[in-house]
Each structure stands twice: as structure tokens, then as C-alpha cells.
């Protein structure tokens, strides 16, 4: 039971810092960019995340501000996805054994 405890655990770790990663994107990073001229499918589209994450970080520092928020979005993307990966490597070792009596805590 304990290893299940762990595996919900880092399950709710990673969604909250993925939807935490994900707000501080739409409602900050989004926003600043479609003030300064982008157009739609801004924020929509996950293959142009740090080309946007970029260009906010180069607003920033063109107006004289700090770029902060930029290198908190960096730094929670970056553990959301080390944590992800660890979630996975977990359930993968915890469902590959044969039966559940063979399941035991790392």
C-alpha cells in the first residue's frame, strides 16, 4: 500500500505543477505577447512553447523589466517534465511484475 501512497503521491505533484506551468503560459506569457502584436494561435499550439517563452523574455528586457517569470516557466517546465518521467519509470516498474502478489514497495 505504501508504494501506491508514493505513485498518487508524484501524480498530483505533477499535475499540479503541469497546470501551474500551463497558467502562468496562458495568463501571463500568452497575454503579454498578443499585447504586443501576436496573432491567434498563439498559446494553442505546443511545438512554439519556449519560441514564445523567448519572445516574452525578450519583451521583458526590451521595456527595461525583469524577466522573472520567464526563468520561473523554465524552471517549472523542466520539473514537470524530470517528475513526469519518474512518475513513468515508477508505474512502469510497479504494473510490469507478472502478478499483484509479486508487487512490492521500491
Known amino acids: 500500500m505504501t508504494d501506491q501512497w508514493i505513485i498518487y503521491g508524484l501524480a498530483v505533484a505533477t ?41 516574452y523574455k525578450e519583451i521583458r528586457l526590451a521595456k527595461g523589466r525583469s524577466p522573472t517569470l520567464y526563468y520561473v516557466a523554465i524552471i517549472l517546465t523542466w520539473t514537470t517534465l524530470a517528475l513526469s518521467l519518474v512518475l513513468a519509470g515508477l508505474l512502469w516498474q510497479y504494473y510490469s511484475q507478472t502478478t499483484p502478489s509479486q508487487r512490492r514497495p521500491w
Open 15 to 55: 499535475a499540479g505543477l503541469a497546470s501551474l506551468t500551463l497558467v502562468l503560459y496562458w495568463f501571463v506569457v500568452c497575454v503579454t505577447l498578443y499585447l504586443h502584436g501576436a496573432k491567434f494561435p498563439t498559446g494553442l499550439m505546443p511545438w512554439r512553447y519556449f519560441r514564445d517563452l523567448r519572445d
